[in-house]
């Protein structure tokens, strides 16, 4: 259906029937893998059940919800057909997510996630338990390595089995397939900004570009009009949109990473500075103090990406709002949002949906969490 073409007769889900209809169908999809996994044997059920228990564990569903919303956007009919197609390879940027994710606390050294131990770690944990022979954290690793590729190589399963008509998803392949190159190399953009490479504010917002909105926003809702067969104008809006709203989601995670409330997010205070993260809140407060602080610039740059104490991380958060840039940060969250949501507003999008991706987005640059 192309865009503009018609708005649904009966209301989309949304909200929590969204993340309901969407958590279902991830269940749906691991109970269609089990005879397959239990040819494997009990060390691969374990793997699975540890991967089914991550993904399944609580999230917001944010990038099926925005995929879902930009196909009824563009005329998707909710209630047609292809309705539960559509909503299974929505579905499957949640294992997209898993492993970024599990991808992600290996390589920063995280130690939990929403409160639970992160998957290498808990799988270190069981080799320590048992007495198994070797490096107990070596075998977490790797095991937790192999669980977020087959999170992965299930995403590409998941759409391939969801059902689309052929000429949907001839028209979804070549995005998808953008989307992963682009997670890829934006993981890969940080890892190097952390190297300490180039700790500049514009590098910091190729990397959120890239790592975070591509897949967060800006493609989940290019995949949901590929899907209706929207027109290039509304694409290019959703896209400008996505690109505006996703990274101020990610500027947002940037002062949580290092403001933000333990109990509220997951992770312990300040881990984004012990981490050695080369956010836009880093970059911008090296880049002034640099001008203005020498000093200061010099124990922000070598504080980071050590083993800092609760006492070191207060300094430090003192020392980033002095510096102007959480202000600033702020600022930028402010501006991209609103060009994001003018970008929406002019679009062809649905009334409807384009009521929800306002609400969406405005919960998004605006969470707690």
């Known amino acids: 259906m192309a865009a503009g073409s018609g708005t649904p007769t ?23 893998r089990r005879e397959l996994v239990a040819e494997l044997g009990p060390v691969f059920i374990d793997a699975v ?56 606390d290996i390589i920063d050294s995280s130690r939990t996630r929403r409160g639970f131990p992160t998957v290498h770690v808990d799988f270190e944990r069981r080799h320590r338990d048992r007495e198994w022979t070797g490096d107990a954290a070596h075998f977490g690793i790797s095991v937790g390595v192999l669980v977020g590729d087959l999170a992965l190589a299930w995403a590409d399963d998941m759409v391939a089995a969801a059902g689309l008509a052929p000429a949907a998803r001839t028209r979804f392949a070549p995005v998808w397939a953008a989307m992963r190159t682009e997670v890829m190399g934006g993981q890969l953009l940080d890892i190097h900004g952390e190297a300490g490479a180039d700790d500049s504010v514009e ?4 990397i959120n570009r890239y790592k975070t909105a591509a897949y967060t926003i800006e493609r989940p809702l290019h995949l949901g009009a590929a899907l209706a067969d929207a027109g290039a104008d509304l694409i290019a809006a959703y896209r400008e949109f996505g690109t505006d709203i996703g990274i101020a989601f990610q500027l947002r995670d940037d002062l949580l990473g290092v403001f933000g409330d333990p109990e509220v997010t997951g992770k312990p205070s300040g881990d984004d500075l012990r981490e050695g993260k080369r956010t836009v809140l880093v970059a911008e407060a090296l880049r002034r103090a640099d001008a203005t602080a020498p000093a200061a610039a010099n124990l922000l740059r070598t504080s980071l990406g050590t083993d800092l104490t609760p006492g070191e991380v207060t300094h430090l958060r003192t020392l980033i709002t002095d510096l102007g840039a959480v202000d600033e940060v702020e600022r930028r ?37």
């Not at 005329?75 to 994710?101: F, H, I, K, T």
């Not at 590098?203 to 190729?206: H, Y």
């Not at 999008?349 to 987005?361: H, I, S, V």
């Open 49 to 104: 059940a540890e991967l089914q228990d991550f993904v399944l564990r609580g999230g917001k569903r944010t990038r099926p919800s925005f995929a879902w919303t930009g196909w009824v956007g563009a005329g998707g009919d909710p209630e047609g057909p292809q309705a539960p197609a559509v909503l299974r390879a929505c579905a499957a940027l949640e294992l997209v997510q898993a492993c970024a994710l599990i991808h992600d």
């Open 333 to 369: 969250i402010t501006d991209l949002t609103d060009r994001g949501l003018a970008a929406l507003d002019t679009s062809s999008a649905a009334p409807e949906a384009k009521q929800r991706l306002r609400d969406m987005a405005l919960a998004a640059t605006r969470r707690v969490a």
């Open 10 to 32: 009966r209301p989309a889900p949304a909200g929590a029937a969204l993340v309901a209809a969407v958590e279902g169908a991830l269940v749906d999809f691991f109970d269609s």
């Open 203 to 206: 590098a910091a917002l190729r």
